[in-house]
């Protein structure tokens, strides 16, 4: 069956780093369009960023631009989220998500489009 494995959350400080991880397996990797989510309490689930299956388009949420990065390496089924320059605001649980196709970011963008999700991995960010 599907599976996507997130790893790589942590407590950091405001300001600092931290780079998730998202391994996907049962699935042909390079056929889906991944996304990054993120949820936290109390809130509805917000988009944070997506990639395209060949990696050649990313779309991020004003929230986060210019400060993470998505990327995926086809050949070790993995999605990577590398988040700088940390705020508290930033404090969540993340989600990776698959979704398989070619699609533009109106689709890409809502968490209810993906087929597959992962468990989370939660991140802190202490002010």
Do not use: H
């Not at 599976?3 to 391994?23: A, F, I, K, N, P």
């Not at 936290?40 to 929230?63: N, Q």
């Not at 993995?78 to 605001?89: G, H, I």
Request: overall charge positive; aromatic content about 12%.
């Amino acid at each position: 069956q599907v599976q996507l494995v997130e790893s790589g959350g942590g407590l950091e400080q405001t300001g600092g780093s931290l780079r998730l991880s998202c391994t996907a397996s049962g699935l042909t990797f390079s056929n889906y369009a991944m996304g990054w989510f993120r949820q936290a309490p109390g809130k509805e689930r917000e988009f944070v960023a997506t990639i395209s299956r060949s990696g050649t388009f990313k779309y991020y949420a004003d929230s986060v631009k210019g400060r993470f990065t998505i990327d995926r390496d086809n050949a070790k089924n993995t999605v990577s989220l590398q988040m700088n320059s940390l705020k508290p605001e930033d404090s969540a649980v993340y989600y990776c998500a698959g979704k398989r196709g070619v699609f533009g970011v109106s689709i890409l963008r809502v968490s209810n489009e993906y087929e597959y999700w992962g468990q989370g991995t939660q991140v802190t960010v202490s002010s």
